[in-house]
């Protein structure tokens, strides 16, 4: 008798088309193998979000089978990644001019187009039970992760509100909104009851509370964890949350470029510090993920765009995934296919180890 596949949590981390594409090309992987059946977790961030959003909105809010992703899907992104903008959508919403007072916070822009360009209309109630979805973005009231799931909303500090009804493109358009591109969408917590519950607490527990800030500013889920993998792994205790799980992390996060030329006189030389400082946090989240790996190397994997698929010094894949701007510009169909190629390499190079079962 076959062993039961042992399920999967899938992290998708944020880095604008860029990382749609290298996590389009990871699941290619997985569908190839027949492994997208398994996952029944996820946790993105940024351009992850914007993937599976688009990708369940193409296949009626359903997650996709490995025949289903790999016959209708990935070919049907492909092409509506090659011919639209999601940046420029987003522009476009300005010539209308009752969305003028979004140009501060340009996040409500991005649900905008998602919702009447992209034909994303659906509520997270809509949202299907399996797989459980996270969409996380970042809350600037209190340093935490905010996420958004299908049967509520919040972060630990705050507490959780049923927002049954909340626009699937609203929480997409948070969790891409990275400072300086596209801002913060605020959200009146007003409107809403929170619950909360003591730490450890169960979940009957949990009790009516005051919302701590009448209105929250939330940012790309990425400014807290552009790995999108604290859902699944406590990295304090180096174990994961729920053990029965294979984690996979498909990590297309921008790489810190070396050098620094900005001059003494020149106002972006602040963003370098931001930069130094998200790298060193991203690096602590991957060292204690790899750590863990190490000491349980069938428990998941770490898939990182910087990883060399081939046996050249320099690996030419891997330099055009890496340096790709983190941008949400419509792709060239040779640029979607390097990205999705490189992806579904590392993932075999990564994954080919060990059997998903």
């Not at 996979?248 to 900005?262: H, Q, R, V």
């Not at 340096?323 to 992806?343: C, K, N, Q, V, Y």
Request: aromatic residues 10%.
């Amino acid at each position: 008798m076959t062993a039961p596949r042992k399920p999967i949590a899938l992290a998708l981390s944020g880095g604008g088309i860029r990382a749609m594409v290298f996590h389009l090309g990871v699941m290619r992987h997985l569908a190839e193998r027949g492994h997208l059946e398994s996952v029944e977790k996820i946790s993105t961030v940024s351009g992850g979000s914007l993937l599976v959003g688009l990708l369940l909105q193409q296949n009626e809010m359903r997650w996709p089978t490995s025949e289903q992703f790999l016959s209708n899907s990935l070919p049907a992104l492909r092409e509506s990644l090659c011919a639209r903008s999601l940046q420029w959508g987003a522009a476009r919403q300005l010539l209308n001019p009752l969305n003028w007072r979004f140009f501060l916070s340009r996040a409500n822009l991005l649900a905008l187009a998602l919702r009447h360009e992209w034909n994303v209309r659906e509520a997270l109630s809509e949202l299907p039970e399996t797989p459980e979805w996270s969409i996380n973005g970042t809350t600037a009231e209190s340093g935490k992760r905010f996420r958004f799931k299908r049967r509520d909303i919040g972060d630990y500090t705050l507490g959780y509100a049923q927002a049954d009804r909340f626009p699937l493109a609203s929480a997409l358009a948070v969790s891409a909104a990275f400072p300086g591109g596209f801002g913060p969408l605020t959200l009146d917590a007003r409107r809403f009851e929170w619950r909360k519950r003591p730490w450890d607490a169960p979940p009957d527990a949990a009790q009516t509370v005051q919302a701590v800030f009448p209105r929250l500013h939330l940012y790309d889920g990425g400014v807290y964890d552009n790995m999108g993998i604290e859902p699944f792994f406590d990295a304090g205790k180096q174990r994961p949350k729920q053990e029965g799980f294979h984690i996979i992390c498909s990590d297309a996060g921008a790489l810190l470029a070396p050098g620094f030329e900005k001059g003494p006189l020149n106002v972006f030389r602040l963003t370098r510090v931001a930069d130094v400082m998200s790298d060193q946090s991203r690096s602590l989240r991957v060292r204690t993920f790899s750590h863990f790996l190490q000491q349980s190397p069938s428990a998941g994997a770490y898939l990182c765009i910087n990883t060399a698929v081939s046996s050249s010094e320099s690996c030419p894949s891997a330099q055009f995934a890496a340096s790709f701007p983190t941008t949400l510009r419509r792709l060239r169909s040779e640029e979607f296919d390097r990205l999705a190629s490189h992806g579904a390499a590392v993932a075999e190079r990564g994954l080919g180890e060990f059997e998903l079962v």
